[in-house]
C-alpha cells in the first residue's frame, strides 16, 4: 500500500467528469486510497484527487470516533435525495485549510457496486449523507467552491490561493 499524492484544487482534473468503471481491477488503488485518506485525516476521498479519473470514492465517517467502517463506492448513483436541505461547513482534502458552507439534502438513497462486485442499494443520513454528497460531486468535477454564489465564491477562492502561495 501506499500514500498516493492528493491533488491540490485549482488542478482541471478536479473539474472534469469521471468515467465509469468497466472491470479494472481496482483492490490495490482501493488500499492506497483508504492509506491515502487516513494519511490525510480525512473522511472520505474520490479518485479524482489521487488523479484517478474513474467514478470510484471510498470513504469513512466513524474512524475519527475510533471504530472504523471503510466502504467503496464504485459507480455510485444517487436514486433520490430527501428534500430538505441544510447547509452545512465542508472541508475538502483538494482545498485544505477551507470550510465553505454547502446546502446539502440531509438524506440520500445509493447504488454502487462494491469492490467485489455485489451491487448494493442503501439509504444514509447525516454525516455519511454529505460525505457521499461530497464524494459523488467529485466524481463529475464539482468541488466545494461550485456551490458558492460568485461573490463568495471568488472570496473563498482567493483565501484558498493567499494561503497556498
Known amino acids: 500500500m501506499s500514500i498516493l499524492p492528493i491533488l491540490i484544487w485549482p488542478d482541471a482534473r ?8 468497466q472491470g479494472e481491477d481496482l483492490d490495490d488503488l482501493i488500499a492506497d486510497m483508504f492509506e491515502t485518506m487516513y ?14 479519473m474513474k467514478r470510484l470514492f471510498v470513504m469513512d465517517c466513524t ?17 433520490a435525495a430527501e428534500r430538505i436541505p441544510e447547509v452545512v461547513e465542508e472541508g475538502c482534502l483538494s482545498i485544505p485549510g477551507i470550510l465553505v458552507p454547502v ?15 455485489d ?3 442503501a439509504d444514509f443520513d447525516g454525516f ?25 465564491r471568488s472570496k473563498a477562492e482567493a483565501e484558498f490561493l493567499e494561503k497556498h502561495s
Open 103 to 117: 446546502e446539502r439534502p440531509k438524506a440520500v438513497t445509493v447504488q454502487w457496486t462494491a469492490p467485489e462486485g
Open 14 to 21: 478536479l473539474s472534469q467528469r469521471c468515467d465509469s468503471v
Open 128 to 152: 455519511e449523507a454529505r460525505c457521499i454528497q461530497h464524494e459523488f460531486d467529485h466524481l463529475n468535477g464539482v468541488v466545494t467552491f461550485d456551490h458558492l454564489p460568485a461573490a463568495e
Open 39 to 52: 494519511a490525510a485525516e480525512g473522511r472520505g476521498m474520490a479518485a479524482p484527487q489521487v488523479g484517478v
Open 119 to 121: 451491487i448494493h442499494m
Open 63 to 79: 474512524w475519527k470516533e475510533g471504530e472504523k467502517s471503510p466502504m467503496a463506492m464504485i459507480n455510485p448513483t444517487i436514486m
